[in-house]
């Protein structure tokens, strides 16, 4: 039987690049997927427009729909609503691919033919192992994120080549206990979901992928997220459960919820 596989793109000032994302969805990995479902967190630009005109003139019978986030929940927020979906509407797994073109889901075709997926928990794609390709990323940022892997592995006592590359799939199973919901809803959310996975003794296989930087803008202030990143991983190292479970959003929200635009 085949698996039910959502795609989630979340898309934050994308305009220029989403357009690429949707013409991925219809390349070699639509046999694999059932749904792909575009998030919205706000935009100031005109991407949401972009995705309308997109999907008007995409000849594809796959199913593609816009959301719109009810307000700015940050990256990690966008998860939020993504996992919700996911499970209430009975998916297998879920695949993230980030709206800004930067990887490409073509990368999963190996795992999803060979059905790799189905013996992990979580596939967590890595810019920084062998076998990736990376085009466009400065020297001095490769080494700093070798450094933060390196970190990362050393306190949570397994080898991680990559703290967040955008290019993700969980087994949807694995979220029904919604216990990533009080993780932080900014860019370190991937962060809080690799602590999770040693605390929750959760099975993940990271894997190559090609990974490009040209055109996108990054919405990363450096500085400020080593910190916040080394802070957090640091905490976890002496306290666990106890700093896991705990409250790491700046507003609380009971509920994360999106609504769809139609064509």
Known sequence: MKDKILVFIPMYNCEKQIGRVIDQLVGEIKPYISEAIIVNNRSTDNGEQVVLEKLKNLNTDLSIKLLRNNENY?????????????IENNFDYIIVLHGDDQGNIADFIPLLKNQVHKKYDCCLGA?????????????????GNKVYNLIFSIFLGKRIYDLGSGLNCYNVNLLKSNFFHKFADNLTFNCYM?????????????????????????????INQALTTLLLVT??????????NSEHRKKIIDSYNAIEISR
């Open 235 to 244: 905490k976890y190292f002496f306290i666990r459960g106890k700093y896991l």
């Open 194 to 222: 690799l602590l999770a996975v040693n605390y929750y003794k959760q099975n993940i296989n990271f894997f190559p992928v090609s990974w490009r930087e040209e055109d996108q803008i990054s919405n990363v202030k450096m």
């Open 74 to 86: 940050g990256l990690g927020g966008s998860h939020k609503v993504a996992f919700k979906y996911a």
């Open 127 to 143: 810019r920084f192992m062998k076998e990736s390709k990376i085009l466009g990323y400065s020297s001095f940022r490769t080494f």
